[in-house]
């Protein structure tokens, strides 16, 4: 079984090094996510060369308030990678007050990468989803947007998919009747899987990297197929977005 996992904290398990270990072991393709721009090289240094592992820049809506002096280092490690993440806005109750700032902070970031020719981009959306789309739509030369974890109504959804965006979803969302409904709003041609581990969890146990392939036997069950077919699909999808990852970077590199 292709493991893969699209949004993970590898740095925030309780023992980041001996959890990256057994990911390699195991073979998961990893899309492991920042909080914050300081936190960018101790992360990537946990994967080792040749694996399966690519580290993404981030600056997380929940802290751009507090870190967004960190905006300098940011632009500094920008043209070092292909992916940004965790990025976006949150405007849940406890950060409600500091969107403006949140909305700042990622117009920076979204300018910067449609300047550097495009990333593939990790989004939080949490309480601000219209917010966010407002601004994909005025910044689409940034990249590709996978929107995280997107719990929206099927009309916003509906709006995500013809603005071109991707969608990675996990066991953790599909264990909540709002996040079947949203999964099954979604384009199946952009989904993703991932495990947005240690924070995603199953029945209070955090989700290792790759949640054991345990997002397949979710969607499968909602999607009433096979197991095999759901793991087929989203791994086709999976390469489909690295390739066109790689083709656009290659572009800008001949530029």
């Not at 998961?28 to 592992?53: K, N």
């Not at 499968?220 to 489909?240: I, Q």
């Amino acid at each position: 079984m292709a493991l893969i996992d699209f949004h993970c904290h590898l740095d925030l398990y309780p023992d980041p090094a001996a959890t990256t270990r057994k990911a390699v072991e195991e073979g998961v393709y990893i899309l492991s996510v920042t909080t914050t721009p300081s936190a960018f090289s101790g992360t990537s240094a946990l994967a080792p060369a040749g694996s399966r592992i690519r580290t993404a820049l981030g600056l997380h809506p929940e802290l751009a308030a507090s870190r967004w002096h960190e905006l300098p280092l940011f632009h500094d490690l920008l043209p070092t990678v292909d992916y940004i993440g965790e990025v976006g806005l949150d405007g849940s109750p406890p950060h409600r007050d500091t969107l403006a700032t949140q909305a700042a902070v990622l117009h920076e970031i979204l300018d910067a990468c449609a300047a550097a020719g495009g990333r593939t981009i990790s989004l939080h959306s949490r309480g601000a989803a219209v917010m966010l789309l407002d601004m994909l739509e005025f910044e689409p030369l940034a990249g590709t947007f996978v929107l995280h974890w997107f719990s929206a109504k099927p009309a916003i959804i509906q709006r995500a998919a013809d603005l071109g965006c991707w969608f990675s979803v996990g066991s953790a969302m599909m264990a909540s009747r709002s996040g079947r409904e949203a999964v099954n709003a979604m384009p199946i041609d952009r989904m993703l899987p991932e495990t947005d581990g240690p924070f995603g969890m199953t029945q209070g146990v955090p989700l290792a990297p790759g949640g054991a392939g345990s997002v397949y036997h979710d969607f499968a069950e909602l999607k009433g197929m096979s197991v095999k077919d759901a793991e087929r699909l989203m791994t086709g999808n999976f390469r489909r977005l690295v390739a066109r990852s790689s083709r656009e970077q290659a572009q800008v590199k001949d530029r």
